[in-house]
């Protein structure tokens, strides 16, 4: 009975299906015309907007190199107006991540600039950063910002004119400027209770409701499927995980090592120090015993010089000697040698 259990608790377990990561799936799958309805699905629900990608754009790290050891994903996409959007996975740390989400939009401007077209023809950037890791400090998983001019003195906000406007084909500054978004996916826990939040389930957990109706997802669930994938697609997909797992064990590693040679490296120049401020205060206290030392002689010295000077006075008095050694203290001897 238990073992008839056991294989139905199995069955059922083997019956979730099991999906592909995002960024794996970013990376290897999704690259077709037809699937660019999830990463719409996505973008769209990030950016509370419809957005239609009209087609991948290829970059450097969207290629696979001998030095892509830190799981990169970039999704480099234009949408119906024309703009850019920059779609980054990041699984490791880097300290200077802030700088390489600027990087990557200026060069996203630059390389779709062509000699002598005008300025005009600038197309607004958005940079969305999906972390595996916490940048920064904060109590939430998703932050968002961009460039808007406020007057220094007046507190008033930048407008363009009505001839700008017409000129530019845009309302006001922020349509030209980049827009970044930051998703720190670890730090995501709560329930998905609306769209953004079921995208976060599959970013964080790869699972993705039966029943959802969140753009991109219903999607992503027919085409990720691990179990549909052709064995050789599988075994791509596994070494990827073992990869992401050894990497990510070999900088905790090195993170690990480096503590401790920086430990150690504390703890020789903490000894050093010691020594340092050991032999000062040994050379202070020396000083100062020696000061004391000199002040207790020289009072002696003083007040025997004293004792001798009274007993020559004495002695020129025709006192005794024994009355002199009496009021003096002073040895017959050292009074017969003055």
Known sequence: MQKQQGKKKGAK????????????????????????????????????????????????????????????????????????????????????????????????????????????????????????????????????????????????????????????????????????????????DKLAVDPLGEWMRYLKDEYISPNTTVPGLKEARERLEYLRMPPEQQRAYDHYLDTLVRDTDVLKTQLLEARIEGLKAGKAEGRAEGRAEGRAEGRAEGRAEGLQEGRKEGLEEGRKEGRKGIAKSMKADKFSTETIMKYTGLTAEEIDAL
Do not use: C
């Not at 019956?15 to 970013?26: H, N, T």
């Not at 907007?49 to 009209?54: C, F, L, P, R, S």
């Not at 087609?55 to 696979?64: C, G, I, T, V």
């Not at 940079?127 to 808007?148: A, M, P, W």
């Open 13 to 188: 377990k083997m019956s979730r299906p099991q999906y592909i990561r995002f960024d794996w799936a970013a990376k290897n799958i999704l690259r077709n015309k037809a699937d660019f309805v999830v990463f719409e699905g996505f973008i769209s629900v990030l950016v509370k907007e419809k957005v239609t990608i009209v087609e991948l754009l290829e970059s450097e790290s969207n290629k696979e190199t001998k030095d892509d050891k830190y799981n990169r994903v970039d999704i480099k996409a234009k949408n119906s107006k024309g703009e850019i959007i920059l779609v980054e996975i990041q699984q490791t740390r880097e300290l200077d991540y802030l700088q390489r989400m600027l990087y990557g939009v200026a060069r996203a401007i630059t390389e779709h600039m062509k000699t002598g077209v005008n300025y005009e023809q600038v197309k607004k950037v958005f940079s969305i950063n999906i972390l595996y890791f916490k940048l920064g400090e904060g109590s939430d998983y998703l932050y968002h910002g961009q460039t808007i001019l406020y007057g220094v003195h007046d507190g008033d906000q930048l407008a363009l004119t009505e001839h700008e406007r017409e000129d530019l084909k845009v309302v006001s500054p922020e349509n030209i400027f980049p827009e970044y978004y930051v998703i720190r996916v670890n730090e995501f």
